[in-house]
């Protein structure tokens, strides 16, 4: 299946973004928590509990959207001849980089996609996150412009690419087997929380079925956060950033419709007001985004068409909740955790030591 791709072009992409928006206010009407109708890092975070990685209670639940995007974006690149199993190198370093990017984003609570979307449902402290995911992303782009490298990517066996789409279809067929009965806080294997944001979600079915949807229009627009503030500093391009504002726009403009439109700093849903936390959690979060190469929901995409990278650093980021979690990194709507400004500043220390450090010298 040939031709002209339309989700790549301008107006592509801002429908694209548009519909993602709608979606996300949608989730959260039928169930999901409040400005999480999608929040790929939370929703990491609540899988990592589901197996038990963490014993946070209040965020236990395998979040069917996720696999809905690695299963869309595995449909449209095969449908479209784009699946290409592929692996570069530095693969620890992509794992450590999704490790702090978790970390990050934790102590923000939220990942881009969040932090949009709290914009759009009226939280004021999206906009410290959103100002320090840039200032992350800018000084990633310092470093490409200095010769920063993960190295080639290279052509690799079918298997390579099957591995996370794999995974994602064994967390499937775990909900199948062991869901939830009665309000029971573990089923089987599976743990599920019976209060807080973990509590909360649309049917399964419902879940997938969104996930899917946007993992196949997502693979086919290229659409990243990370990548469209990227291009805009780096290149001056706005192609992957007319994508980014459109789902803001489209996503307040629903949450008004559907009256979740709440403005404001105190009492928004899993959220603090620890502003300056709430900036260098996102920096750190940006930074990492932007070394390893795409936004958590665009690592999602790339996993589902073969990019065996990429599931490294989606990996990372499920270990970094449960190393969040049962560190004490991880805020809460109380403030940040007991050890999150330490485990920040180290995470920004790494990271900057593999922008330095991972560099070929430009003549």
């Known amino acids: 299946m040939r031709g002209k791709n339309i989700f790549a ?35 990491e975070r609540d899988i990592a509990g589901a197996i038990g990685f963490h014993r946070a209670a209040v965020v236990q639940y395998i979040r069917p959207e996720l696999i809905g995007f690695v299963i869309g974006s595995m449909i449209a690149a095969y449908l479209f001849k784009e699946y290409r199993p592929r692996l570069g190198s530095a693969p620890i370093v992509r794992f450590i980089l999704g490790v702090f990017a978790m970390i990050g984003a934790l102590m923000f609570l939220g990942c881009p996609w969040r932090a949009m979307l709290r914009l759009a449902g009226g939280d004021g402290n999206a906009i410290l996150g959103i100002s320090g995911l840039t200032f992350g992303i800018w000084i990633g782009t310092l470093f490409l412009k200095n010769g920063y490298n993960l190295g080639r990517t290279q052509s690799s066996h079918h298997t390579t690419g099957w591995m996370l789409p794999m995974v994602m279809f064994g967390l499937l067929i775990l909900m199948l087997l062991f869901p939830q009965i009665g309000g029971q806080e573990k089923s089987g294997v599976l743990f599920y929380s019976i209060k807080g944001p973990g509590s909360m979600h649309v049917s399964l079915w419902v879940a997938l079925a969104i996930g899917t949807i946007i993992g196949f229009l997502a693979q086919r627009s290229r659409f990243c956060t990370m990548g469209a503030i990227r291009d805009l500093l780096l290149f001056k391009q706005i192609h992957l950033f007319s994508g980014f504002i459109s789902m803001v726009v489209f996503a307040f403009i629903a949450n008004l419709i559907l009256s979740q439109f709440k403005p404001g700093f105190d009492g928004q849903p899993v959220a603090h007001t620890m502003h300056i936390w709430n900036f260098v959690g996102m920096t750190l979060a940006g930074l990492s985004f932007a070394l390893a190469g795409g936004c958590p929901g665009r690592q999602l995409f790339l996993s589902g068409e073969g990019d065996g990278d990429a599931a490294v650093f989606v990996m990372g980021m499920i270990v970094g909740a449960a190393v969040s979690h049962n560190f004490g990194l991880a805020s809460s709507p109380n403030g940040v955790g007991e050890y999150g400004i330490a485990g920040v500043i180290v995470g920004l220390a790494v990271c900057l030591f593999i922008g330095f450090t991972m560099r070929k010298r430009i003549v």
């Open 9 to 43: 072009s301008r107006g592509g992409i801002i429908g694209v973004g548009a519909l993602i928006g709608v979606l996300a206010a949608v989730l959260q009407k039928l169930g999901n928590p409040g400005n999480m109708g999608i929040c790929v890092a939370c929703f």
